[in-house]
């Protein structure tokens, strides 16, 4: 798609006024994919150079939001932590191309906010934080799973950046089971949910609501408890209706999936 409203590219590490019509280009997977007319200017994030993926001394690993879903593979391939089969299935879910693999990023599925982004199931997942930065300069922190607030909503506020996401070493070695549904074999996740068991045994549920909700319990519950925690934290409004699955279909394969992990992790 040719973005012929687009003007000009800033480098972000040039002082510049943020202004209507500018937009944030990491991959640009998702920008240069439909027609996107109020745009004027795109403020290219690599120029910044971050690495894709940090390890800190603490144990928790932060994702820059320009890595590139490869580069995500490839680190959890080669040096993942005990839940690099979980990270390997998400990088799946996207059931793109290795073009696609290549160019799309971590931070933009969080930041498009599509209910099937798999980087949010797994960053919401791994108790992941979110690093907003401002025009400013300043900075705040938001928890990845309250990052999403609803179907292509998030909370970034004009002009402010995902600078990363860190994952806590707690979570990264915890037992995981994970489930996925679509309407079709190679069709948009309809469902996605992460079962996590360290601690505390935590479900997380994706694609098949408007935005992510975590469930957590201070050990594996039994199937009726399972089911009324999740009627009581999802609410009617809650389910995502598209053409990729109605809110019917999408609760009843949420309670059949949960079931599943629990059994799992039980």
């Known amino acids: 798609m040719d973005l012929n ?8 590490r040039r002082p510049g006024a943020w202004r209507p019509g500018d937009a944030w280009l990491a991959g640009g997977t998702y920008l240069f994919s439909e027609p996107q007319p ?16 940090t390890g800190h001394g603490d144990g928790s690993l932060e994702l820059a939001a ?3 879903i490869a580069e995500l593979s490839r680190f959890a391939a080669g040096h993942g932590p005990a839940v690099a089969p979980l990270v ?11 073009k696609i693999w290549n160019l ?39 928890p990845a799973a309250a990052f999403v607030t609803g179907a292509g909503r998030n909370v970034l506020a004009d002009g402010e950046l995902l600078r990363s996401v860190t994952l806590p070493a707690a979570a990264l070695g915890r037992r ?12 948009r ?15 997380t549920i994706t694609a098949a609501t408007t935005r992510p909700f975590v469930l957590t319990f201070p050990r594996v519950p039994d199937a009726d408890g399972l089911r009324t925690a999740i009627e009581a934290a999802v609410g009617d409004g809650d389910w995502f209706d ?14 059949r999936l949960a079931g599943e992990i629990r059994e799992d992790l039980a």
């Open 5 to 12: 409203t687009v003007t000009a590219i800033r480098d972000p």
């Open 176 to 187: 995981t089971a994970f489930r996925q549904a679509s309407l079709h074999g190679l069709g």
């Open 88 to 98: 390997e299935q998400c990088c799946r879910a996207f059931l793109a191309s290795f």
């Open 38 to 53: 109020y745009l004027r200017r795109l403020v290219d994030l690599s120029r910044f150079g971050w690495p894709s993926v």
């Open 66 to 68: 320009t890595c590139t």
């Open 104 to 142: 799309a990023t971590v931070g933009g599925n969080l930041c498009n906010a599509l209910p099937a982004g798999p980087m949010i199931s797994l960053t919401a997942a791994l108790d992941g934080v979110c690093l907003l930065r401002a025009q400013d300069g300043t900075e705040r922190r938001v």
């Open 242 to 255: 598209d053409i990729h699955g109605l809110p019917a279909w999408r609760r009843h394969m949420t309670f």
């Open 189 to 203: 996740s309809g469902v996605l949910l992460i079962g996590t068991l360290g601690s505390t045994f935590t479900l």
